[in-house]
Antibody, heavy 122, light 107 residues
Framework: EVHLVESGGDLVQPGRSLRLSCKTSGFIFGDYAMSWFRQAPGKGLEWVGLIRSKGYGGASEIAASVKGRFSISRDDSKSIAYLQMNSLKSEDTAVYYC?????????????WGQGTLVTVSS | DIQMTQSPSSLSASIGDRVTITCRASQGISNYLAWFQQKPGKAPKSLIFDASSLQSGVPSKFSGNGSGTDFTLTISSLQPEDFATYYCQQYNGYPITFGQGTRLEIK
């Protein structure tokens, strides 16, 4: 059974950094791309970025709203995807979800984690 | 960026009803359209991909249709567990974008 579990969410001050983890199980992690999404309180879903599998080059795509501040990486030996968040702003306050992507023409999400809350406030 | 517009933003319906939610893309996205269900305080759940293909384990009461710019999600015979917020999402290109959501409430 596919499982994705996010961790690392916390209350942090503006300008600080935070790294989220997405621990996975139930599938061959190295074969899949992984995505991050977020949802601000009371708002809709927003795509943050994606990292391809190493078999497809391992490159990432990042949303313009966080480009230059956020980055995505992966450790296939541990089956974990990471979201590194630097220079955090109050508008980054959200529940962050990781998701597994399956490639059928284009990458699409099939499984989601339960989310982890990041609060940016002084 | 491709803008996704859902209608209605909210919808009241009764148990047993059949409802349809519409999603329109600002430009053609072929059939690269997904639908997700989200209940309060929970993670989204994948329902439909490629506009009309049912995710494994999702009941056939959910159906999707459309191609190009206009898409629909239909839910038949509404049950209490179906009342949630529904989002469409295009994955034809980056950035991936979502509709604003449709909140389905019990009448």
């Amino acid at each position: 059974e596919v499982h994705l579990v996010e961790s690392g969410g916390d209350l942090v001050q503006p300008g600080r950094s935070l790294r989220l983890s997405c621990k996975t199980s139930g599938f061959i992690f190295g074969d899949y791309a992984m995505s991050w999404f977020r949802q601000a309180p009371g708002k809709g879903l927003e795509w943050v970025g994606l990292i391809r599998s190493k078999g497809y080059g391992g490159a990432s795509e990042i949303a313009a709203s966080v480009k230059g501040r956020f980055s995505i990486s992966r450790d296939d030996s541990k089956s974990i995807a990471y979201l590194q968040m630097n220079s955090l702003k109050s508008e980054d306050t959200a529940v962050y979800y990781c998701a597994r992507d399956i490639l059928t023409g284009y990458y699409r999400v099939d499984f989601w984690g339960q989310g982890t809350l990041v609060t940016v406030s002084s | 960026d491709i803008q996704m517009t859902q209608s209605p933003s909210s919808l009241s319906a009764s148990i047993g009803d059949r409802v349809t939610i519409t999603c329109r893309a600002s430009q053609g996205i072929s059939n690269y359209l997904a639908w997700f269900q989200q209940k309060p305080g929970k993670a989204p759940k994948s329902l439909i991909f490629d506009a009309s293909s049912l995710q494994s384990g999702v009941p056939s009461k959910f159906s999707g249709n459309g191609s190009g710019t206009d898409f629909t999600l239909t839910i038949s015979s509404l049950q209490p567990e179906d009342f949630a917020t529904y989002y469409c999402q295009q994955y034809n290109g980056y950035p991936i974008t979502f509709g604003q959501g449709t909140r389905l409430e019990i009448k």
